[in-house]
């Protein structure tokens, strides 16, 4: 995915396509972190001084309908923003809340015969481990 495939997929939805809607996405779309809010505000404001906390909230809440990025909402409060929407293990620091993401065949094997199990068919899937990183430990 890339610059010219959200335009384009942002207007076939109707969508306004501002430097800023772009910004953010380029940012949230192409990271393998799960940053916050605030660090998308804090990263982006540099380069887009009139950006707004809302105008990032609007453009994570528009992606999140959109289906292009989950919201990881924590017992602390936080939400962090993963755009991986593929099944994978988000494996979180308990001490620091570095989140990454942990992807193997056999996590697919096990949902698959968990879904066949309960015969349902999902409409979403969040898999969280808690543990203590190798710079915790």
């Not at 995915?1 to 969508?15: A, H, P, S, V």
């Not at 940053?35 to 887009?48: A, F």
């Not at 989950?70 to 991986?84: A, I, K, T």
């Amino acid at each position: 995915m890339d610059t010219q495939y959200l335009i384009n997929f942002f207007r076939e939805k109707g969508l306004k396509v501002t430097s800023q809607r772009l910004a953010i996405c380029n940012y949230i779309l192409f990271r393998k972190d799960h940053p916050t809010t605030e660090q998308i505000y804090q990263e982006l404001r540099n380069d887009y001084p009139t950006i707004s906390l809302g105008t990032i909230y609007k453009t994570l809440h528009l992606l999140k309908e959109l289906g292009l990025i989950q919201e990881l909402g924590f017992n602390e409060g936080s939400v962090r923003y993963d755009p991986d929407m593929e099944l994978h293990i988000n494996m979180v620091c308990s001490k620091c809340g570095k989140i990454s993401d942990y992807k193997n065949e056999n996590v697919e094997k096990l949902w698959s015969a968990i879904i066949s199990d309960l015969r349902i068919k999902p409409k979403g899937h969040r898999i969280d481990i808690y543990y203590e990183c190798e710079e915790c430990k």
